[in-house]
């Protein structure tokens, strides 16, 4: 593992990455690693990543990482109404 992160900091420094930028790389892709793996649920992503869920929620701002989970599919067929619906309508 230490040779992995070896090789990510020579091909930051030799990139010409400024450290602050460096830092926003690794925060962001680890937040959104986080959120995947726990579906979205931030306490959970919070934990995982050992930082207070304020914390995580204030770098989902910055970095711009929307949170909300996918929506579900609509059942049936947009558009179509149900016998429900004729009738109350006639």
Do not use: C
Request: hydrophobic share 35%; proline share 1%; charged share 30%.
């Amino acid at each position: 593992m230490k040779e992995k992160f070896d090789a990510l900091i020579d091909h930051l420094v030799n990139g010409g990455f400024f450290m602050e930028e460096a830092v926003e790389i690794l925060e962001k892709g680890m937040i959104e690693r986080a959120l995947s793996r726990t579906s979205q649920n931030q306490s959970a992503a919070s934990k995982a990543l050992g930082i207070h869920r304020n914390t995580l929620q204030r770098k989902m701002v910055e970095y711009q990482i929307d949170g909300k989970r996918p929506r579900r599919k609509q059942s049936g067929r947009a558009g179509t109404r149900t016998a429900a619906s004729k009738r109350i309508a006639s």
